[in-house]
């Protein structure tokens, strides 16, 4: 199973970046996928997730309102449309998968399996 973050870059604050993971090796389908981020000296915080089946979708408070996320089955990718980008928003940004749904507890990690290597974000002026 393989998991490619791409998308991330500098973009000033008010900005907007979208983000793309691409998964293969597993029948995306039937896999939720979040976004998780970490930010330098921060521990690892869960920041949006949708579930297979385009069930639901989750986000942390802290980007309720700016960042929106998708998926596109026939393409094995999900995205994350990140709007009125700050500060405060930069890290490296992870997806991973999940057999399960997000869950609210999704934002832990401890249910997704496999995760990609990150991309990093950086919003500032």
């Known amino acids: 199973v393989q998991l490619q973050a791409s998308g991330g870059g500098l973009v000033q604050p008010g900005g907007s970046l979208k983000l793309s993971c691409t998964v293969s090796?597993?029948?995306?389908?039937?896999?939720?996928i979040g976004w998780f981020r970490q930010a330098p000296g921060k521990e690892r915080e869960g920041v949006s997730c949708?579930?297979?089946?385009?069930?639901?979708?989750y986000y942390a408070d802290s980007v309720e309102g700016r960042f929106t996320v998708s998926r596109d089955d026939a393409k094995n990718a999900v995205y994350l449309q990140m709007d009125n980008l700050k500060p405060e928003d930069t890290a490296v940004y992870y997806c991973?998968?999940?057999?399960?749904?997000?869950?609210?507890?999704?934002?832990?990690?401890?249910?997704?399996?496999?995760w990609g290597q990150g991309t990093l974000v950086t919003v500032s002026s």
């Open positions: 991973a998968t999940t057999p399960t749904r997000c869950g609210s507890d999704y934002y832990t990690g401890h249910s997704f399996a496999f």
């Open positions: 949708i579930n297979f089946g385009n069930e639901a979708t």
């Open positions: 090796g597993l029948t995306f389908d039937y896999y939720s």
